[in-house]
């Protein structure tokens, strides 16, 4: 399911309007995963999502991935691939039944994958430390360490920084 590229309409954010959605990661024990949503480059909500974020004082690589999505993903016939932001800022926690009822489009190339995760990492260690546990952090690391090994990417330059471990009050 990792690296699936699913059609998806989720009411939370696009108003019932399906959208691409990349699985970055699973989680085995409540059968959820993060999901991480593209747009069309030309969309006016998108742009003006990315217009505020960018007011807001983060940086665009903390928003979006912009890919060729014809580059990294063979969709099915009469499917448009087109270049598209994937919103690393967006991600959502979504029910893996929910991901497996939406259209299943294929599987992104790896080096589409690195780029997104590598983002989406990044962006969660400035802006959302939140979302993710310290464990599903890991396991995205894990995930990212794996797809670099996968497109020969020898150092690590492309992952932000391991944020150093807390070993609670001293």
């Excluded at 998806?8 to 954010?13: K, T």
């Excluded at 990044?122 to 310290?134: D, E, V």
Aim: aromatic share 8%; net charge neutral; with cysteine.
């Amino acid at each position: 399911m990792q690296g699936g590229v699913y059609h998806l309409a989720l009411s939370d954010v696009d108003e019932d309007k399906p959208h691409l959605h990349l699985v970055v990661l699973t989680f085995s024990g409540n059968r959820d995963c993060i999901v991480v949503p593209a747009y069309s480059t030309d969309g006016p909500a998108v742009n003006d999502f990315i217009q505020t974020c960018l007011k807001s004082g983060m940086r665009e690589d903390e928003i979006y991935a912009r890919l060729d999505n014809a580059k990294y993903l063979t969709f099915p016939s009469g499917f448009p691939a087109k270049e598209a932001y994937w919103c690393i800022s967006r991600p959502r926690r979504v029910a893996q039944s929910t991901v497996l009822s939406g259209r299943f489009l294929g599987t992104m190339k790896p080096q589409g994958v690195l780029q997104i995760v590598s983002r989406l990492l990044a962006s969660l260690q400035s802006h959302s430390p939140s979302l993710l546990s310290p464990k599903a952090v890991k396991s995205l690391r894990n995930y990212a360490k794996s797809l670099m090994i996968e497109c020969g990417v020898a150092d690590g330059s492309v992952l932000p920084p391991e944020e150093p471990q807390s070993h609670g009050p001293s």
